[in-house]
């Protein structure tokens, strides 16, 4: 019963439809509004995650839930290092826009009290 994984692979198009939502969400705000160095990225996970939930592969095995050219585990892999880029470039913008240095992430807490009392 444990080795037939069919019934949780059925289950991650539950995920893609939560990321297609999240995804659809970043369009319907105004763009003018949102820091696209922050959005893009942002669409960019959102999309590769969708897309890899609909396609999961096992690249030990060469093992595909779905036997066709979108379950390639070149494309999925190429996929992902682009996300994977993405979500760091938006991390380190991020990081950038709070100015914080790395020595100070136990006192980020206590900045922003400060902050807020004033």
């Known amino acids: 019963m444990f080795n037939d994984f069919t ?8 995920g893609a439809l939560i990321n297609f939502y999240f995804l659809a969400n970043t369009y319907a ?6 820091d696209a160095h922050i959005l893009v990225p942002a669409r960019i996970f ?4 969708s897309y ?11 093992v595909v839930f ?3 050219l979108f379950s390639s585990i070149f494309l999925t892999r190429l996929l992902t290092t682009f996300s994977e880029v993405a979500y760091i470039y938006q991390l380190s913008h991020g ?9 100070a992430w136990p006192l980020i807490p206590f900045h922003r009290m400060s902050r807020q009392a004033k």
């Not at 019934?7 to 991650?12: E, M």
């Not at 890899?52 to 060469?62: E, M, S, T, V």
């Open 52 to 62: 890899r939930c609909l396609f999961p592969n096992q690249y030990k095995d060469n």
């Open 95 to 103: 990081l950038r826009l709070l100015n914080i240095d790395h020595a």
């Open 29 to 34: 705000h105004p763009s003018t509004m949102v």
């Open 7 to 14: 019934i949780f692979l059925w289950l991650l198009k539950l």
């Open 46 to 49: 959102l999309a590769v995650s």
């Open 66 to 68: 779905h036997n066709s």
